[in-house]
């Protein structure tokens, strides 16, 4: 089980299946849903500044484009990365399969890149299973269709 | 995992038991039941049997919720697009009746000029044809009369004629001329 989950997607109605399907699969305790990344951004930066940095979520799922944001998903993992200690688990949560913008979200450092639709379960499912290989640095970037 | 005092296990069944209400949520999976407690543990399933099938119903209302808002996005896009087409649609119906209106404008601006060169050519041939006229009979009573005054006869019936003949056609031609100008103030005063 994962200890604690920050999901950051504009869209409140995915926040609710993302916490169910959580709950249903058992996948963590503790969910946290934000809606902008410049929310998100001023989070990590009062952990990595203020600290403790142990308040940092384990995974964070992030949305692509994020509406009403500053910056999209792609930037957002790239400031936890590179501005913000890394340290967690990081990857794209988002209904585009553009090789693109997953091969950019790859530079940045996202760990994965799972794609939203309407059967979430099963993806997350198998992400639970590559999880501990996540956490340990081991598993390879997998995109999950 | 939270372990469950004997007091807080004896209100939780209760209240289950009497008032329906059992304990939901994340905070659910902390709860384990003493060690041998096999009502509690049955309590403890019933707990997220019920809070399974309460999450599974609202994920499939959610997800339908979610795809009843994307069909919306996406109509109301392409009523977005059907509006912006049919403005491009009506501006263009708006520059077709400027041009096929300034064609017509064209068009009876032509005929009007048609009009008026037609006539001005047909009192051009009226006027001329009144000159000939005019000028003939001036000229050929002109000649009798010479010829009558040549030929030493008696010229006061031609004479008179004569000078009879050329107050009229004097007064037809400067009617005439009054006419052409007439016509010529009234078109000039339509435009």
Redesign the interface.
């Given at each position: 089980m994962i200890d604690s989950i920050l999901l950051i997607d504009d869209e409140d109605l995915f926040h609710l299946v993302f916490e169910d399907a959580c709950s249903l699969l058992d996948m963590t305790l503790s969910l946290e849903a934000l809606n902008s990344s410049d929310e998100a951004d001023r989070l990590f930066k009062k952990w990595f500044i203020e600290g403790p940095i142990e308040d940092r979520p384990e995974c964070v799922f992030v949305d692509l484009n994020i509406i009403g944001s500053s910056f999209d998903g792609i930037e957002m993992i790239r400031k936890i990365n590179t501005d913000y200690g890394n340290g967690v688990v990081i990857g794209i949560i988002s209904s585009s399969d553009d090789t693109q913008e997953i091969e950019k979200a790859k530079a940045v450092g996202a760990q994965f890149w799972i794609i939203k639709s309407d059967e979430i379960e099963p993806r997350l499912e198998e992400f639970i299973k590559d999880y501990d290989g996540y956490q340990a640095r081991t598993a390879p970037f997998k995109v999950y269709k | 995992m939270i372990e469950i005092t004997e007091h807080t296990r004896n209100v939780l069944l209760e209240v289950a038991k009497k008032k329906k209400i059992y304990v939901e949520?994340?905070f659910l999976?902390?709860l384990k039941a003493p060690k041998g407690d096999k009502e509690f543990e049955e309590y403890l399933t019933v707990c997220k049997d019920k809070?399974?099938t309460a999450?599974?119903k609202?994920?499939s209302v959610?997800?339908q919720?979610?795809?009843q808002?994307k069909e919306l996005e996406k109509a109301a896009k392409e009523n977005e697009q059907l509006l912006l087409d049919l403005q491009v649609a009506l501006d263009e119906a708006k520059e077709a009746e400027k041009e096929a209106q300034k064609l017509r404008d064209e068009a009876v601006e032509d005929l009007d000029m048609l009009q008026k060169r037609t006539q001005f050519e047909l009192i051009g041939l009226i006027v001329k044809v009144a000159l000939i006229i005019i000028i003939g009979v001036g000229v050929t009573t002109t000649l009798l009369y010479s010829v009558a005054m040549l030929a030493g006869e008696d010229t006061t019936l031609l004479g008179n004629a004569w000078s009879n003949m050329f107050g009229i056609l004097l007064t037809n031609s400067f009617s005439i001329i009054g006419t052409i100008m007439g016509v010529k103030y009234a078109t000039e005063k339509s435009e």
């Amino acid at each position: 089980m994962i200890d604690s989950i920050l999901l950051i997607d504009d869209e409140d109605l995915f926040h609710l299946v993302f916490e169910d399907a959580c709950s249903l699969l058992d996948m963590t305790l503790s969910l946290e849903a934000l809606n902008s990344s410049d929310e998100a951004d001023r989070l990590f930066k009062k952990w990595f500044i203020e600290g403790p940095i142990e308040d940092r979520p384990e995974c964070v799922f992030v949305d692509l484009n994020i509406i009403g944001s500053s910056f999209d998903g792609i930037e957002m993992i790239r400031k936890i990365n590179t501005d913000y200690g890394n340290g967690v688990v990081i990857g794209i949560i988002s209904s585009s399969d553009d090789t693109q913008e997953i091969e950019k979200a790859k530079a940045v450092g996202a760990q994965f890149w799972i794609i939203k639709s309407d059967e979430i379960e099963p993806r997350l499912e198998e992400f639970i299973k590559d999880y501990d290989g996540y956490q340990a640095r081991t598993a390879p970037f997998k995109v999950y269709k | 995992m939270i372990e469950i005092t004997e007091h807080t296990r004896n209100v939780l069944l209760e209240v289950a038991k009497k008032k329906k209400i059992y304990v939901e949520g994340n905070f659910l999976k902390l709860l384990k039941a003493p060690k041998g407690d096999k009502e509690f543990e049955e309590y403890l399933t019933v707990c997220k049997d019920k809070d399974s099938t309460a999450r599974k119903k609202r994920l499939s209302v959610t997800k339908q919720v979610q795809s009843q808002n994307k069909e919306l996005e996406k109509a109301a896009k392409e009523n977005e697009q059907l509006l912006l087409d049919l403005q491009v649609a009506l501006d263009e119906a708006k520059e077709a009746e400027k041009e096929a209106q300034k064609l017509r404008d064209e068009a009876v601006e032509d005929l009007d000029m048609l009009q008026k060169r037609t006539q001005f050519e047909l009192i051009g041939l009226i006027v001329k044809v009144a000159l000939i006229i005019i000028i003939g009979v001036g000229v050929t009573t002109t000649l009798l009369y010479s010829v009558a005054m040549l030929a030493g006869e008696d010229t006061t019936l031609l004479g008179n004629a004569w000078s009879n003949m050329f107050g009229i056609l004097l007064t037809n031609s400067f009617s005439i001329i009054g006419t052409i100008m007439g016509v010529k103030y009234a078109t000039e005063k339509s435009e």
